[in-house]
């Protein structure tokens, strides 16, 4: 179809069907474009919680789309691509935490927003990229912890805080698979660029970063830093907010080869203007959960925004 027919269609259905598009910093440009909010996991997540449309539209990946039905049981949550699934959140599966989680009854479990419902409902609080150090810090010295699925982040709460939280073996596939070796070439040829990495990134590449944060972060990074030129250790698609924020300045990735787009997120990209198109026609895929799945995995969402509030993370 013709892309400006899909892009006047869906704002004609969202208007039509008092729908809202939710976008992650992460979806294909097109896509961004025609969302009403873009944010990061935790900015996404409290957008959700407020919302009032009919329809929420998640242009994202599953386990957020799940987040926004936690937030808005009584609403039609929909996902353009069902398939849109999360390397990280697959890597944790309910029935094997439930046992780890058990073998472990003396620590409170913090889970990475990254991971399914079924994982939220086994967790104490849930925490994003961008208030996971200070949540961790809030707590008791003495509280022992269990941080899943991600132990990339976890690692890095691990280093900057002194804690010793016991670490899910699970990783996102594409931020892990980013070599350092490959970002200090680029380094190399750009001595005036910053490395800036999301800690979803292998413990190697953190530690010669310039900079670490979400991708709210290194956006506020970018608009704050006074230099002109930055390499980007996160999945690409932020690279549109990025430009918008900040088009004088010069944004560099790495990728194997020039035609390889090896650092896309393959679930992100499922989501196209067609299938937001086709969505919003059918009113489908529809995201839907027993009463009591979204209870239980409610609470520590609620926790993790009022805890969030508390420490003047949020408003």
């Known amino acids: 179809m013709d892309t400006e027919f899909l892009k006047s269609e869906i704002l004609r259905l969202k208007k039509e069907k008092n729908a809202v598009i939710l976008g992650h910093y992460y979806q294909r440009d097109e896509i961004q474009e025609l969302s009403d909010y873009i944010g990061d996991s935790l900015a996404l997540a409290q957008r959700a919680q407020q919302c009032e449309n009919d329809i929420i539209v998640f242009c994202g990946v599953h386990f957020m789309a799940e987040t926004a039905k936690i937030l808005n049981p009584t609403r039609k949550v929909l996902l353009p691509d069902m398939e849109a699934s999360c390397s990280l959140a697959e890597s944790c599966s309910a029935a094997e935490f439930s046992k780890f989680k058990a073998e472990h009854p003396d620590h409170m479990v913090i889970s990475y927003v990254n991971c399914t419902a079924e994982i939220k ?4 609080l849930i925490c994003t990229s961008g208030n996971a150090e200070k949540l961790v810090r809030a707590l008791p010295e003495n509280q022992k912890i269990i941080f899943a699925p991600d132990k990339n982040l976890g690692g890095y709460i691990n280093s900057v805080t002194g804690r010793n939280m016991l670490l899910w073996n699970g990783v996102c596939m594409v931020h892990d698979a980013m070599k350092a070796e490959e970002f200090l070439k680029l380094k190399v040829a750009h001595p005036d660029a910053a490395i800036i990495a999301h800690p979803e990134c292998n ?3 953190l530690k010669v970063a310039d ?9 506020n990074y970018i ?7 930055f390499i980007v250790a996160t999945e690409p698609g932020i690279l549109y907010e990025m ?4 088009p004088d300045k010069e944004y560099l990735t790495v990728a194997s ?4 787009n090896c650092s896309d997120c393959s679930y992100m990209k499922l989501n196209t203007l067609e299938k937001l198109y086709k969505c919003l026609c059918d009113e489908s895929p529809e995201i839907t959960m027993s009463d ?6 409610k609470k520590p ?3 993790m925004l009022d805890m969030s509030r508390e420490l003047g993370i949020i408003k």
């Open 211 to 219: 900079f670490v944060g979400s991708t709210k972060a290194m956006l």
């Open 257 to 260: 080869d020039k035609s390889c």
């Open 203 to 205: 413990s190697a590449l």
């Open 292 to 297: 009591e799945l979204i209870e239980k995995a």
């Open 301 to 303: 969402i609620i926790r």
């Open 243 to 246: 430009r918008k924020q900040c």
């Open 121 to 124: 409902a086994l967790s104490d």
């Open 223 to 229: 608009k704050d830093s006074g230099k002109q030129k």
